[in-house]
């Protein structure tokens, strides 16, 4: 590859005895696998910048599923998150190595990645707001083309007291029945601006993210969950903010 790309690591691995094995976002060629040769070495300048919400300058070659790091160089010092924001931010990479397919440019959701992380960093309350836009932001750029602001079935607008069921592939239609697929015409309305005026529009974006995002999650269940199981059993009263349950 020629030139200089702006990446992120989402997830790394010894390889050898002091090499890495990389899973990086890239800006214009979206997830890549880089194998760093020599990166765990004593000697290595890249053990301090190849880490997580670290934003980097990456160069890189060769051919197949698995390319070479030829060079990075960090651009600032890594992003502080910290507690519950460094779980959430462990958890929107976890879900970016697990949905994007390799080498398939998402220009966009990088910069929508970039405005993630930087929104995790300079908050002090909960993120939940920041994860519910990421997640849409993120089902828009994989070609989630819902509309919440139209009756699947009628092709009328939504209103805010009535209940409309989710139908994947179809929408949402107009219904008296109210169970977990069961959203207000409100929370349409929410998931539309991404905007959560209230606890009750912010647990219907994340009962329907959670919804959406499974079928390009499977069954296999995300390591990041159980950190924040750990880390909620000393704080119990963030349970209510975590990005993904086990339903």
């Known amino acids: 590859m020629d030139g200089w790309q702006r990446a992120f690591v989402l997830h790394g691995r010894p390889y050898s005895e002091t090499s890495l094995l990389l899973d990086l976002f890239t800006e214009s060629h979206g997830r890549i696998k880089l194998l760093a040769?020599?990166?765990?070495?004593?000697?290595?300048?890249?053990?301090?910048?190849?880490?997580?919400?670290?934003?980097?300058l990456v160069r890189w070659g060769g051919k197949g599923g698995v390319k070479t790091l030829r060079a990075a160089e960090a651009v600032s010092l890594s992003l502080p998150l910290s507690g519950l924001t460094l779980y959430s931010g462990l958890y929107v990479n976890e879900v970016l190595d697990r949905v994007l397919e390799a080498e398939t440019p998402y220009s966009a959701l990088?910069?929508?990645?970039?405005?993630?992380?930087?929104?995790?960093?300079?908050?002090?309350?909960?993120?939940?707001?920041?994860?519910?836009?990421?997640?849409?932001?993120?089902?828009?750029?994989?070609?989630?083309?819902i509309d919440f602001l139209h009756c699947a079935g009628s092709g009328e607008p939504v209103t805010e007291q009535m209940t409309y069921r989710y139908r994947a592939e179809k929408g949402f239609i107009a219904s008296l029945v109210v169970d977990h697929?069961?959203?207000?015409?409100?929370?349409?309305?929410?998931?539309?601006?991404?905007?959560?005026?209230?606890?009750?529009?912010?647990?219907a974006a994340k009962r329907f993210t959670r919804i959406a995002l499974k079928p390009y999650l499977g069954g296999k269940p995300l390591k990041s969950r159980e950190l924040f199981r750990q880390f909620t059993i000393k704080k119990p009263t963030l349970d209510s903010v975590l990005p993904v349950d086990d339903q």
Not at 111 to 135: K, N, T, V
Not at 186 to 202: K, M, S, Y
């Open 110 to 145: 990088f910069f929508d990645y970039l405005d993630c992380i930087q929104s995790l960093a300079g908050i002090s309350g909960s993120p939940e707001r920041i994860l519910r836009r990421f997640e849409l932001a993120l089902l828009g750029h994989l070609g989630y083309g």
């Open 37 to 56: 040769k020599g990166a765990r070495g004593r000697r290595s300048h890249l053990k301090g910048c190849l880490q997580p919400f670290t934003p980097l």
């Open 181 to 203: 697929f069961s959203f207000t015409g409100r929370d349409l309305q929410a998931l539309a601006n991404r905007e959560f005026p209230d606890v009750g529009t912010l647990k």
